[in-house]
């Protein structure tokens, strides 16, 4: 029996599962929102909250829970992660309120970022580099069909059953992870083990980290205004004790030293910033402008995450030959077009020209997201693979977040804190037309942020 053949098929069984259960979570629960709404009386704010909230908790604890991977070991910490996403997603389901939804939300997150950085880092330690692009775009091509899974299930789900059952599943899929992992990965992965965990560096960067997101996301109002001033004061100090100290939560010579984890990582915020939003907004305006049902929704937003899907595993083994920044800057141009177009949606707009538009986004996502992952991965030594993973995960839900809270500015500026209601779609779209413009130009600048990374094959790892 090939052994080193036996753990790489299970390693990379184990990380498509859970690369598929992380964004399904995220996804599925779009299309229950207005449903969700309805039955806990929630308004415009407090539903974006249900989705921003397991971004925001699973963004701030991601670096930490990197580092302590690879101090403690990956798989038990993917372990506990995948178990705290099953207990909070029960407590989800039987939650009454929208507070006690949002909180279990929280818990949820955190659980998720045990997971999301510690699968890629699994398969980042076992394939070599002329394997790796390859099979991380295995692993993002899972990212996707959850995607793409995520609402037409979730629509399934909430038309038949009610929202409850779209987190009874995700118990469902958390336990057969569980089983898995136990049953077939024996080994450990424990890069920097018997170097010091920096506990005071992690609560100095998950403290600021939240008071700055959450500063951002109740903007304009002026308690926003201090939150946001305190975290990045906090953040600051965070950087200020992470230089001095001797094993840091987050190597910012990884940073200082190496151009290619610096932009890649700069590209992955922006790309994730002007597109994580697509999906929510998307799925509202065909419930409440065209008056689908969940499923019918989830049915046409299967189109982007498919066709990225479909494309990134190819778009990954390209890269271990073609220089990333080129594929991904091209991917980067597309959303452009792609976020633009969104921009000028009306209230009459055709479906078919919808969902050729997110065809159209999802071929450019696939360009940036399996290259811009091998470069960072492929930028770094074997020992900072947990933190490298960490830290690309964090840039996604940061920007995930971002997303999520650039359209909570929007909706402030356009609708305010009432329920969607008729009477108010047309608030209602300009907000979605102006959340759109404005990941339009964030892209703009991403195209940028991708091509300053220069070149990566052949360029000696830090």
């Known amino acids: 029996m090939d052994i080193d053949g ?74 506990w992660g995948m178990a705290l996403v099953s207990i909070s997603s029960i407590f989800a389901a039987l939650s009454t309120t929208g ?60 038309d038949l059953f009610g929202w409850r059952s779209i987190f009874y599943a995700n118990v469902a899929i958390g336990t057969v992870v569980l089983a898995t992992t136990i049953w077939k990965i024996r080994e450990e992965w424990a890069e920097a083990k018997g170097e010091k965990f920096d506990i005071a560096g992690s609560m100095l960067y998950i403290v600021p980290f939240t008071l700055t997101m959450y500063g951002f996301m109740t903007l304009p109002s002026i308690r926003g205004g201090l939150f946001l001033a305190a975290g990045l004061a906090g953040l600051v100090l965070f950087v200020m004790w992470e230089l001095r100290v001797e094993h840091p939560v987050l190597e910012m010579r ?22 994580f939003a697509i999906t929510f907004l998307i799925s509202l305006y065909l419930q409440y402008i065209k008056g689908m049902s969940p499923q019918a929704a989830g049915l046409i937003l299967i189109a982007q995450p498919l066709m990225q899907a479909l494309l990134t595993t190819f778009t990954g083994k390209i890269s271990d030959r073609v220089e990333p920044r080129i594929l991904s800057s091209l991917g980067m141009a597309s ?4 976020l633009g177009l969104f921009g000028f949606i009306s209230e009459g707009a055709r479906i078919h020209l919808i969902v050729l538009n997110l065809l159209f986004l999802g071929f450019g996502f696939a360009l940036f997201v399996s290259p811009n992952t091998n470069a960072v991965m ?14 690309l995960a964090t840039m996604r839900v940061i920007g995930q977040t971002l997303s999520m809270g650039i359209v909570m500015f929007m909706f402030m500026l356009f609708v305010g804190k009432i329920q969607i209601t008729p009477e108010h779609y047309g608030h209602f779209m300009e907000s979605v037309k102006a959340a759109f413009f404005v990941f339009a130009g964030l892209s703009f600048l991403g195209i940028f942020a991708s091509l300053a990374r220069g070149k990566m094959h052949n360029k000696k790892i830090v």
Do not use: H
């Open 335 to 338: 959303l452009v077009i792609g």
């Open 378 to 391: 492929g930028s770094v030594d074997k020992r900072f693979y947990g933190v490298a993973s960490g830290t």
């Open 99 to 158: 507070c006690a939804l949002i909180f279990w939300r929280v818990i949820q997150g955190m659980g998720s970022s045990m997971i999301f950085g510690t699968g890629i880092t699994i398969v980042a330690s076992v394939f070599p580099a002329n394997e790796r692009g390859k099979a991380l775009g295995i692993v993002l091509t899972a990212v996707y069909v959850g995607l793409s899974a995520g609402p037409f299930i979730g629509g399934i789900l909430t």
């Open 6 to 79: 036996s753990l790489k098929r299970n390693a990379l069984l184990v990380s498509v599962l859970s690369a598929f259960l992380g964004p399904f979570i995220a996804s599925s629960i779009t299309v229950a929102l207005p449903s969700i709404g309805a039955d806990l009386s929630m308004d415009a704010i407090s539903l974006s909250w249900v989705a921003t909230a397991y971004l925001l908790a699973a963004s701030a604890f991601l670096v930490p829970i990197g580092r302590a991977s690879d101090v403690y070991g990956r798989k038990k910490i993917f372990l």
């Open 254 to 275: 990884l940073f200082i030293d190496n151009r290619t984890f610096l932009f890649s990582n700069l590209a992955t915020l922006i790309n994730y910033s002007a597109t």
